[in-house]
Nanobody, 122 residues
């Protein structure tokens, strides 16, 4: 089971970027996906999550600018980012709460993607 993130890059302040993250493997069910980020010298922080039963959750710093969405068929989560600021510069990681099948058994598994770099220039 793995998460493959893509869509990062360099963008000017005020610009837009969309990240995507696809989960693949022996997935029995998907309880939720989300995005976190880690800026240089800082701790990893929540950006946005979309989880079954609890809906969407955004960091205050991105409310109104970022939108998280999911394609339930493709097990893919998206993060549409607009009005980007230099302080949004970070490595963005996707996360998923999955139930996976292993050897005929099911178990819960939290999975992290490899991270994708977003750089916002001023």
């Amino acid at each position: 089971v793995q998460l493959q993130a893509s869509g990062g890059g360099l963008v000017q302040a005020g610009g837009s970027l969309t990240l995507s993250c696809a989960a693949s493997g022996s997935i029995f069910s998907n309880n939720g996906m989300g995005w976190y980020r880690q800026a240089p010298g800082k701790q990893r922080e929540l950006v946005a999550t979309l989880r079954s039963g609890s809906g969407t959750n955004y960091a205050d710093s991105v409310k109104g600018r970022f939108t998280i969405s999911r394609d339930y068929v493709k097990n893919t989560v998206y993060l549409q980012m607009s009005s980007l600021k230099p302080e949004d510069t970070a490595v963005y990681y996707c996360n998923a709460d999955l139930v996976v099948t292993t050897g005929g058994h099911v178990r819960s598994l939290e999975v992290w993607g490899q991270g994708t770099l977003v750089t916002v220039s001023s």
